[in-house]
């Protein structure tokens, strides 16, 4: 072969070349083209995403000292269980004593009621006895709600966690002893991108798969709202973007994602897991 040949030949080959990448280019725009119009411009999606729920916390609302505890941190309970016994013991006495005024006083204002008829009791003398057994009655109705009181239940269904009270301590009122989890009434809090927001609206449906599971397990998800702020907003210090050199970043709005209790039953999670969150943009 000449070399005229040789050198038409390898245009040739060249020009073939060329076509053939051009032609994987053609292609592979269309199928971006395609995929962006009935499939990519439809989904927002991030991996910023937690699991979260409105937790319940126990606290005792009277002084006193722990009898009882019949809980640790993992155990299930149910509304109306027992966790937590105060001694009731300075209660009962408390009780007994205002339960005995108030009969005594609800005794001395019946007799005197009847009496008042006749004219052998005076009407500032009934009066005086109306407020005795009023005052002995919001005492007794005190008493009461104290002596109940050392009997701490759960008040949600849900897991016990951070249990802090220990048999024998000394607590006073508010002092946070546990709090209960409902598993069952997870949420997550999906933080998207400030730029991503408006295409999503309450109530779109939107996939969601946990690093717990790997993607093997689909959660079928329903956009519930929107955090009234960014995460910058509500930090512990919060960007002083007036002072100093400013310079931009894009922020993040946590967008608040209801569970279908059937899922989380059948494939537990627990708050804080990682999630990646997945909206269907045109599901409203």
Known sequence: MSRKQQIVSKIA????????????????????????????SRYVS???AYTAAEIAQVTP???????TVNV????????????????????QVAYDKA???YERAKIDYDRRKALASSGSVSADELTRSENELAQTSASYREATLNL?????????????????????????AGTPLMVIVPLQNLHVDANFKESELEKIRV???VQLTADLYGSRVVYQGVVDGFSGGTGAAFAAIPAQNATGNWIKVVQRVPVRIRLSPEELAANPLSVGVSMRARVD????
């Open 46 to 48: 991030t991996d910023n």
């Open 61 to 67: 609302e009277i002084d006193g000292t722990i009898a």
């Open 281 to 284: 943009t045109r599901s409203d």
């Open 148 to 172: 109940e009181r050392t009997t701490l239940k759960a008040p949600i269904d849900g897991v016990v966690a951070k249990r802090q009270v220990q048999l024998g301590q000394r607590v006073r």
């Open 99 to 101: 339960k005995a005024n």
């Open 13 to 40: 080959a060249r020009k073939k070349s060329f076509g053939i990448l051009g032609g994987i280019v053609a292609v592979a725009t269309l199928a971006f083209v395609l995929y962006w119009a009935f499939y990519g």
């Open 203 to 205: 109530g779109q449906k």
């Open 72 to 91: 640790v941190d993992t155990n299930r309970v149910s509304a109306g269980d027992v966790l937590v016994l105060i001694d009731p013991r300075d209660m």
